[in-house]
């Protein structure tokens, strides 16, 4: 059985990045991704299960606790994590898993799991794409931009420490989508999994 990888896909607030995968998901059904587990509260049209697992402050440091959670950060004032078992077993069916989280909690899955972590960074093409989304989406206070902005660079600041980096142009999410998968195929021929083909010629 081919063994699943752990994509994590990290990318600023105005990257695009939700999007992105799920344009992913969509054109690729059998890749799994990861539910997080959030202590805040849903957005309008946001559903328990799909989009996260809204849970309460003690239920999350219960988990953190009994070691359920493969990382966790504290965002914003909330709590975010990766349950553990969902991400054990699709790995124990051999499944690609992404993991659509923040750079702290990429970091520390690289660490625990460096052989079959991957870490993907999506970037706006640049900081006046960036600020342009984000005012766009109209909803925020300018002190919520201003710190999304800050929040970004300093993100955009840690892309020497992942493995690939892909921009996302305005419009262009599909190829981005595209891009991404290409990135898990070419991580899936690496010699260290493919050279059983040796065998063959012995
Ligand atoms: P939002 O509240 O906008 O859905 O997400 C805020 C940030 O939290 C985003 O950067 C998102 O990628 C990140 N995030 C979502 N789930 C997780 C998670 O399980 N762990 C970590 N470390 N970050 C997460």
Redesign the pocket.
């Known amino acids: 059985m081919r063994k699943g990888l752990l994509f994590i896909v ?1 990318g600023p ?1 105005g990257s695009g ?1 939700g999007t992105v995968v799920n344009t992913l998901v969509k054109n690729h059904p059998e890749i799994f991704l990861s539910v ?3 202590t ?1 509260k849903p957005r309008p049209g946001e559903e328990h299960g799909v989009h ?1 697992y809204y849970i309460s402050k003690e239920e999350f440091e219960e988990k953190i606790k009994n070691g359920q959670m493969l ?3 504290t ?2 004032g ?1 709590y ?3 349950p553990l078992k969902e991400i054990e077993e699709a790995m124990e069916r051999g499944k690609d898993i992404i ?4 750079v ?3 970091m520390q899955v690289k660490k625990k799991l460096p052989d079959s972590a991957v870490t993907v960074m999506l970037t706006p093409p640049d900081r006046e794409v960036l600020e342009a989304r984000l005012r766009g989406r109209g909803t925020e206070t300018e002190d919520v931009i201003r710190w999304r902005l800050e929040r970004a660079k300093e993100e955009i600041l840690l892309l020497p420490d992942y493995d690939y980096s892909v921009v996302n142009e305005d419009g262009k999410s599909d190829l981005c989508a595209e891009a991404l998968y290409k990135i898990i195929q070419a991580e899936h021929q690496r010699t260290k999994y493919t050279k059983t083909i040796i065998e063959k010629f012995i």
Request: hydrophobic share 15%.
């Open positions: 990290s607030a990045k997080s587990a959030t805040r996260y990382e966790y950060t965002y914003s909330n975010y994590g990766t993991l659509e989280i923040e702290d909690g990429g």
